[in-house]
């Protein structure tokens, strides 16, 4: 099983490495490399985010016509890892970092921000330094750039506070129609509610009983008046004098009789002697 892992390669003695002919590889050829993504990108055909670190076949040439410094710039090529969409970057010796080209977009980091800010900054002291009228033209410049900054703030207050008027006149606006609304409720209210008493008093106020009429009054407290108190003289005097026309019956005796009419006899209880 040793043999498997031997790297060294028997050379017979007349071995001639020149007489073996180099490959000729073109100036533009590509090499698949396997890498990873050097920055978080997001595709620009469906949206993917690529996570920084994100493993990938790639393919490699050397960008024709750029350099930095006589060192090469190359190009990689990928593929979207969700539609399959070409994309390319190249390395950016300048910044020792890399720089999309194209499929794709580099997501936003703030340190770069910051780092271009302190290189503008350090180059402008610079520039300053040697410089007087660079100077003096530098702070008419942030002069003009702070008075337009308080000019368009003077502008947004104003107009914070001409919203604000409006709104309140337009709150009191609402409230005054929301009042004159809840009166005319109000009013039409009270008219129903007098027009129904006005209909209860002339339907119930007098009722024809024959040719006597009963007056009927509202309650005005919990206690209900008698059922004879509702009634006419004329039906009064006609129910008593039926009563007094109706004889008074007899009981008869039941003596020893059940309630059915049923004469019940009573046994004697016989003793032997």
């Known amino acids: 099983m040793s043999e498997r892992k031997v790297l060294n390669k028997y050379f017979p003695p ?19 490399v396997r890498l990873m993504a050097p920055f978080s990108m997001r595709c620009n055909t469906c949206g993917e985010y690529i996570y920084k670190g994100k493993k990938f076949n790639a393919r490699k040439e050397t ?22 969409a070409e994309i390319t970057f190249k390395t950016d010796p300048k910044n020792t970092d890399y720089a999309a080209e194209h499929g794709a977009s580099r997501n936003f980091e703030p340190w770069r921000d910051e780092k271009a800010e302190e ?21 008419t ?32 606006l609402s409230r005054l129609a929301l009042q004159e609304v809840e009166d005319e409720e109000d009013a039409e209210r009270k008219r129903l509610e007098e027009a129904d008493e006005k ?19 509202r309650k005005a407290d919990e206690k209900e008046p008698p059922a004879h108190a509702l009634l006419s003289d004329a039906a009064r005097a006609l129910i008593a004098s039926t ?16 309630s059915l009419g049923i004469k019940v006899v009573k046994k004697k209880k016989v003793t032997a002697t």
């Open 14 to 32: 007349d071995f001639d490495p020149e007489l073996i002919s180099r490959r000729k590889h073109p100036k533009s050829s590509q090499q698949v």
């Open 63 to 84: 960008v024709e016509g750029e350099d930095y410094l006589g060192i090469k710039i190359f190009r990689f090529y990928i593929k979207c890892t969700l539609c399959s």
């Open 119 to 139: 290189e503008d900054r350090l180059a402008k002291l610079e520039e300053e330094e040697n410089n007087p009228m660079k100077v003096l033209e530098n702070k």
């Open 141 to 172: 410049v942030d002069s003009k750039r702070e008075m337009d900054i308080l000019d368009a703030l003077q502008d947004i207050r104003a107009r914070n506070a001409r919203n604000e008027r409006v709104g309140q006149s337009d709150d009191l």
């Open 199 to 217: 209909l209860v008093e002339e339907v119930f106020s007098k009722i024809q009983s024959g040719s006597s009429s009963v007056t009927v009054k």
């Open 243 to 258: 009563a007094a026309a109706v004889p008074a019956v007899k009981k008869r005796k039941t003596e020893g009789k059940n």
